[in-house]
């Protein structure tokens, strides 16, 4: 792999709750290389959200507790005050939301919030701040710059705001950008433009990219790699190609199964994942995914299964049975 730009080991977060602490992200470790693109997916309530606002430091100091180890760009951010770690992660990482209008501020223009970003984490003087504002927003494909910089927030379109936001991201050049679920909210043709834009940029730039989504087309048209969260738990971690063609844990296969394919007639309904993701107050000692696996065996109830590679090493699988599951067809 390349250089690596972010590495995260044995990431646990657990949250206060009025009934008792609660672990939504239970020792997950991945890394991100220097312009690539690792895609986290998995069921909703998996802990995606939560291990990118881990990674960014964004969880609250009172009802959160993080354990583990980050280093991004070679520094270890785990180590360091949060002071410090607000300064170097506001230099080096940058996150773009699902809801752009709500991460964007009501009371300020366009311009200001970009501006306010390049005043923070750069030395740029002002005249030199207005040049790059505008730089920026033709740099993520926006016609009138000058027009959407004097611009409030809700005189853009969802497509602009996205577009907005992610101007705002690359302003200082980030090492890593964590997108989390960006594109959902967008029609698919701007789902389509923003994905283009994030390509190019990483292209230009050589950011590594941590991409949440539900979409497996996206995976497919994005990622190099990804990780495969289940009830707060890496239970797969592969390269894409072997992720579409031999998934092995069959939470991952139960969701290449459940996904539309352009063979399968439109009007055919979608099969659904039988069962729930089992409840943070209620994990259970073995396998998170027993429950509802139709090949678990009183072993996977009774003892929590290790990541192990399977085949090749980049390939990492949390399944008693990922020596079988490999010859079973989809
Ligand atoms: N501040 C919090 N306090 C307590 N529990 C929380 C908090 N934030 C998230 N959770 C819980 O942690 C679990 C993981 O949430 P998370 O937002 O990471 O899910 P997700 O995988 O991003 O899901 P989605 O696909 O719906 O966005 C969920 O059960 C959620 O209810
Ligand atoms: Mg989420």
Redesign the pocket.
Known sequence: MAETVLRVDDLRVN?A?RSGV?A?VRTVSFQVGVGETLGII?E????????AQAVMGLLPSR??RVDGAIHLAGKALHTLSRRARRQVGGREMAMIFQDPLSSLNPVMTIGQQIDECLRLHTGLDRRQRSARVVHLLEQVGIVDPERCAASWPHELSGGMRQRVMIAMAIAVSPSLLIADEPTTALDATVQAQILDLLEAIQQHTGMGIMFIT?DLSVVARLCQRVVVLYAGQVVEETDVHTLFARPRHPYTRALMAARPSADRAPKTPLQEIPGRVPA?DALPTGCAFADRCPLAQPRCRGQMPLLRPVGAPSHQVRCWRADETGALSL
């Open positions: 949250f709750t609660v939504p998995g909703s309530g998996c802990g995606k959200s939560v291990t009802s959160s539900h943070l």
